[in-house]
């Protein structure tokens, strides 16, 4: 047997892929013998490094399912290879420790398997001579992961840190020193892999620092030293390697698991460190003395900003590639690279030390650019770089600027006049250096708000051109979009409304040949500068409205662009004067879309969403071409859809034209005679089909409260049966955010006319169970995970309203509680957890009301009011109806009195999203802090509902705290 697995873990890397596949079958069957485990444990010790690697992927993942309970003396095997001081045995051992501890040691394991580890990775770590870099690496690693599950243990179990981790940091802290210290010299291959090494090292600081800061405070400034040396050493390499255009491709290495490493690795989490540790006070010394910059902070900003200056690779791509330009370029961009990570760095400096930092930042700039202009003369070609570096940073730190610069109190001397007078202006006019050029124009913009009066007009312009001459590049013509898009959006209209209609056009002209990225900011533009006059963006509809739909042409199914063009469309619909040739053009095109046989779904939902953005910033009521045209195109189109997005792009669609032309909707008639509203509630019903999908009426209860909100008497008749179907659905469904739809359908009625609902869900039956015992449950379970500002406003404000009914039948509900804790469950392994689910304790529901409001004033409290160690953090995730079914039918009692609640909602509630009336809701309005606090005021004085024995017997020390806390303090 021995021999069978040792030539099948030999054939598993054959470089023959039938061997390897015949191998990787063999396996399988040699796992069914009890002989196996030990076999291929074994096989971490092999003099074959693949041996070795292969055999510690299978031992890992059969660990993941028979460790600890199947497999029990595994831990005490790899253990005994790590005290081998066989390098062989540890190398094994170790890769698979390493997966072990972050997936199968568990927090309940730890304490015993803690200390028997700690000392065998320590003498691992610290024997330089014997192991690798990799293995010294894997140490730190499975350190670190220790570290982690101590930090989850912390809250259940505080003493272990103490007892664990404060004896062994000190000596680790120093053994990393001496690592950050150490240099290989004179082999490259050996320095990169240290590079690896310390990699670790550092990985771990900034994890101990961010989960025990107090255990490593004192070690940080001797940590620092040597960080900042390789940061400020490893500089010349950088440029070298990667700015220069003369400097060789520096060399990758594989260490010994085959993995390809380089400096750049160590970089970034040199960065990581820098940004976690700078706001610690055992280091302040380095940043600040006397409230003033320190020359070491100087230095290291001047560091920094050698790291971002554009790499030769990425001034290639970019010449070429004007999407992946605008991608790289963006503030939330995805990449992620030396540029990217030391602006983060810089960031967080900043944030820290804000007066020190521009200081420290106009010293480190001062001196580049004096360099640079050095380089410039001695003709070096890159001489540009940093100086584009430099106008990059400040540029992207210019709202902190010019922040403050207005406050005197800061202190703050950074000369921008000399900047603009000598720098950017000089930058502006570098044709020969694209994105210099490109960078000047950006910059400029970026200090919009404040630039003079006689400088803003001719930045305009000098932009303009750039976007309008043939002879400018990508670079350039990218930057001066970006200049101004910034322009019309801070600038006085009076600086840019007479190169309004040059930059629409240009804009335009740009459309046809972009793409993605570019198409994203040229719309963005598009969007700002049509907002400038609306007049004039009024008298170019026939080209800008045919531009842009030529784009959605071409990218229907894209989200994000299509995103984009709704904005834009918005703004057209917002001008009152653009708006007929809008529909004019948009409405018979958006028409042909859904009309045409075959059209993919997603296509169809995009034209869908195009025709909600023009209804939802067109007036009420609507032209009639919107109701007597496109509705029966909309319903005609979706009435038999299954595809989610469609649907719920149609729920939002029908939504708005309920909101903008209700009566109109009502009163259309189709040739059999059937309304408008006919169609919408018979779309509902489907929607709340028990057969379908909750993601397919994802909005439904929107829909629903709008119809309430908006239809009022005229879907009296049908209102019984449409909630009926809303708790069928509930009493199906665990997805939360339908889940979340459905509730506050009732928690909006119960607000307006909560004996009524109360009343019609206390006589309604669904198998079994009446419509409060359906809905009460759900709503208690899930109020923690709601969201949307005003949505949580409505479910406070309606749950606080039920606990006041003095109603046996809401007084007696029984909801879940706290969740049953077993202290005598032992290790909670995937197969007892998956048998035994969690238990939680059964409470009343007004008690359950009471605990949850509690957590809801508590998170309304700031940590300025009361001291946060003493404030519970109290925080926490598809179907449809057709025409009712019989049994939901026969269910109800006839609701006619409901036709009184329906007259007494008002007709302006709506959610946050699509109703720009919102903000003048009462309920929008209200100041949670001010209501729960009157609200609970109102309960202890007049003890409403036994308020009193339930916080004297129900509650929790915390909660008593806060509602003590609060009561006493109104």
């Not at 290639?316 to 370029?329: F, G, I, L």
């Not at 709503?779 to 309606?798: E, P, Q, R, T």
């Not at 007494?904 to 309005?925: A, C, H, M, R, W």
């Not at 001010?930 to 004297?952: A, K, P, W």
Request: proline share 5%.
């Amino acid at each position: 047997m021995d021999q069978a697995v040792y030539e099948t873990l030999l054939q598993v890397v054959d470089s023959d892929g039938h061997v390897r596949s015949a191998a990787e079958q063999r396996l399988k069957e040699l796992a069914a013998s009890p002989a196996v485990r030990e076999i291929i444990v074994n096989g971490l010790a092999d003099n074959e490094s693949k041996i070795r690697v292969v055999s510690a992927y299978v031992v890992s993942n059969i660990a993941h399912d028979d460790f600890p309970e199947d497999w029990p003396n595994l831990f005490d095997i790899l253990l005994s290879f790590l005290k081998s001081n066989s390098a062989n045995s540890v190398h094994g051992a170790m890769r698979v420790l390493s997966e072990m501890a972050k997936k199968d040691i568990s927090i309940q394991q730890l304490p015993q398997v803690g200390p028997l580890l700690l000392p065998e990775l320590f003498n691992i770590l610290t024997s330089d001579n014997v192991y690798s870099f990799r293995t010294r690496g894997r140490a730190v690693n499975i350190f670190s992961s220790l570290v982690q599950m101590l930090s989850t243990l912390r809250e259940e179990n505080p003493a272990l840190a103490e007892q664990f981790i404060a004896p062994v940091i000190p000596q680790w802290m120093q053994a990393f020193t001496t690592i950050l210290n150490h240099h290989v010299q004179n082999d490259p291959e050996r320095a990169t892999e240290e590079y690896g090494l310390k990699m670790e090292v550092v990985k771990c600081i900034c994890g101990i620092s961010s989960e025990f800061p107090k255990y490593i405070s004192s070690s940080l400034p001797q940590l620092f030293e040597p960080i900042w040396n390789d940061l400020y050493n490893l500089r010349e390499h950088y440029v070298q390697e990667f700015v220069s255009d003369s400097g060789d491709i520096g060399e990758s290495f594989q260490d010994s698991d085959g993995n390809a490493i380089g400096f750049q690795s160590l970089l970034y989490v040199l960065f990581d460190f820098v940004a976690a540790a700078c706001n610690k006070k055992t280091v302040r010394y380095l940043f600040v003395a006397d409230n003033a910059a320190t020359g070491f902070f100087e230095q290291l900003l001047y560091v920094y900003i050698v790291y971002m200056q554009i790499t030769q690779e990425q001034e290639e791509t970019w010449m070429s590639d004007a999407n992946q330009y605008v991608a790289d370029e963006e503030d939330g961009t995805f990449t992620f690279n030396a540029r990217v990570a030391a602006i983060d760095v810089l960031l967080e400096l900043q944030d820290c030390y804000p007066a020190p930092f521009f200081n420290a930042l106009q010293a480190a700039v001062h001196r580049h650019i004096s360099e640079s202009n050095e380089a410039r003369k001695t003709g070096k070609a890159d001489w540009w770089k940093i100086q584009e570096a430099c106008l990059l940073v400040i540029g992207r730190l210019s709202e902190e600027l010019m922040e403050a610069l207005e406050d005197e109190n800061r202190k703050v001397q950074f000369d921008l006049k000399s900047l603009f007078d000598h720098v950017v202006l000089e930058d502006m006019k570098a044709a020969d250096f694209p994105f210099l050029q490109g960078r000047a124009f950006v910059f400029a913009s970026e200090f919009a708000k404040i630039l003079p009066v006689n400088m803003a007009s001719e930045y305009v312009a000098v932009a303009v051109h750039a976007l309008k001459s043939p002879v400018s590049g990508v670079p350039v013509k990218i930057s001066a979009l970006r200049a101004l898009n910034n322009y019309c959006k801070y600038l006085n209209a009076e600086y840019v409304a007479p190169y309004q209609v040059d930059i629409m056009e240009g804009t335009v002209q740009l459309l046809p040949a972009a793409t993605e990225e570019s198409l994203m900011l040229l719309l963005d533009t598009l969007g700002s500068a049509v907002k400038i006059n609306g007049e004039v963006t009024a008298r170019y509809e026939q080209i800008l409205t045919p531009a842009v739909l030529e784009i959605w042409k071409k990218f229907p199914s894209d989200s994000i662009i299509t995103s984009y063009i709704l904005d834009v469309f918005e703004d057209f619909a917002k001008n009152q004067l653009y708006y007929p040739a809008l529909c004019a053009r948009a409405l018979p095109f958006i028409s042909q879309v859904l009309t045409t046989p075959e059209t993919d779904p997603s296509i169809l939902s995009s034209a869908i969403d195009l025709l909600t953005a023009m209804m939802g910033y067109g007036p009420s009521p609507l032209p009639n071409q919107f109701t007597e045209q496109m509705f029966p195109c909309v319903m005609q189109c979706v009435w038999n859809a299954t595809d989610s997005d469609l649907l719920q792009s149609t729920q939002e669609c029908l939504k708005q034209f309920v909101i903008k032309d209700c009566e109109h909707i009502v009163q259309w008639r189709d040739p059999s005679g059937k309304s408008g509203l006919d169609y919408v509630i018979h779309f509902v019903a489907k929607l709340l089909e028990p057969t379908n999908s909750e993601s397919e009426a994802l909005f439904v209860g929107d829909l629903i409260v709008t119809l309430i909100q908006k239809a009022g008497n005229n879907i009296a008749s049908v209102l019984p049966d449409l909630l009926n179907a809303v708790l069928a659905r509930l009493q199906t469904t665990s997805y939360q955010p339908f889940i979340q739809s459905l509730v506050m359908v009732f928690a909006h009625l119960i607000i307006q006319q909560q004996d009524t609902v109360l009343q019609f869900l206390s006589n309604t039956a669904i198998n079994g169970k009446s419509g409060l015992e359906i809905l009460m449950p759900t709503w208690c379970d899930y109020y923690d995970s709601f969201s949307g500002y005003y949505s949580l406003k409505v479910s406070a404000i309606a749950l606080s309203k039920v606990f006041l009914v003095n109603d046996p039948r809401l007084q007696n509900l029984n909801v879940k509680g706290e969740l049953v804790v077993n202290p005598n469950a032992g290790i909670v392994t995937r197969s007892r957890s998956k048998n035994n689910p969690d238990q939680y304790t059964a409470i009343l529901l007004p008690t359950k009301i009471i605990k949850l409001l509690v957590a809801d004033l508590s998170n309304t409290v700031t940590s300025e009011q009361v001291p946060q160690e003493e404030v519970e953090s109290i925080g926490d995730e598809d179907n449809e109806w057709e025409d009712l079914d019989d049994e939901i039918a026969s269910a109800h009692k006839d609701f006619n009195f409901l036709s009184e609640m329906l007259a007494n909602l008002p007709e302006d509630e709506d959610d946050e999203e699509n109703n720009p009336d919102l903000k003048n809701d009462p309920i929008y309005q209200t100041d949670m802090k001010t209501y729960l606090t009157e609200f609970f005021r109102n309960c202890s004085g007049h003890n409403v509902n036994h308020f009193m024995d339930i916080c004297q017997h129900q509650l929790n020390d915390e909660e008593k705290h806060m509602l003590d806390y609060v009561l006493q303090s109104a």
